[in-house]
């Protein structure tokens, strides 16, 4: 787990590398004004869509799981914006004061007391902000819930739809990320250049079983907390599985899925903080290249052991 945990503070500072920033900005504005168009012009057929099913959902539910909704997402923020700004007014002071060995244990510690901090606020104010969120929600005709519900469901299906093709894209860009970490961080042996078409058809499927499963599990997405969890959870899934594959394919002539098993704690981890990106719009551009950094990291430090 300390691999793990070292491999996360390595992709902290690569990202900022001017190299990895060049392909995450370049990348990321392209895949974003892509899907901006696309969904500017299905955006009718998306809210057609999204008001069909909503139609499907009584009234009240739509109303009160709304409410929750808005709820817990200003308590996600409220979380990320404080761990966020504590890093963004302390982190040089932060770096000279914390060791390398203890500055991802230190960054759980600032996200678990940011998480705590909001949730005592929400344990004794909780109620009162469901109830405002609510009343505003009571005072709009149902026709602008409607509509706001079905924006926000064709926005979800933009983003996610951003979040996969990222992925993809640095799924296909891994080799040159990783070849420049490579020769900065490990000159003793050359990255494996033999893999590429098999790296690609294995991110088509993976993402292709992400679409097929966050469709069925669409009406989730009107449950509060859970709809959270399992868009986090397809999340990590993707993340893991894509990232997994690339970075041993660069670190191994063969990939071994048995032998990743055993450093799977390792695996979920670094997924589940590339993961923690898609919630922070313009970081999430970043996410997948942190994530292709920290896996191939964490691998070569395995293949060292």
Known sequence: MKNAMRSVVFGFKEILNWHTMYYA???GLLVTAVWTGIGFYFWDGL???SSHIIGLVPFSMIRSNG?????TFLWLQAVLLTFALVFAFFGNLILRRVSKEKYTYFSLIVAGLSAILWAVVWFFKGNYIYHQFLKLLTWLPFETIDKGIAFLIGFYLIYNAIVMTLLFVASIFSESIVV?????HFDDKEVVRDH???????????????????LLAFPLLFIPVLNIIVQVSLWIWLIKDTLTYDAAS?????????ELKAHKAGIWYISLMTALFNFIPVLNLFGPYFGEIAMFHYMKSVQKQ
């Open 250 to 258: 660069l670190s191994y002539e063969t990939v071994n899925k048995e």
């Open 25 to 27: 900005l370049i990348s």
């Open 67 to 71: 409410a929750w909704m808005l709820s």
């Open 180 to 184: 420049s970490v490579e020769k900065r």
């Open 196 to 214: 590429s078409f098999n790296v690609i058809g294995y991110t088509l499927k993976d993402t292709l079983i992400f679409a097929g499963i966050s």
């Open 47 to 49: 809210m057609s869509l």
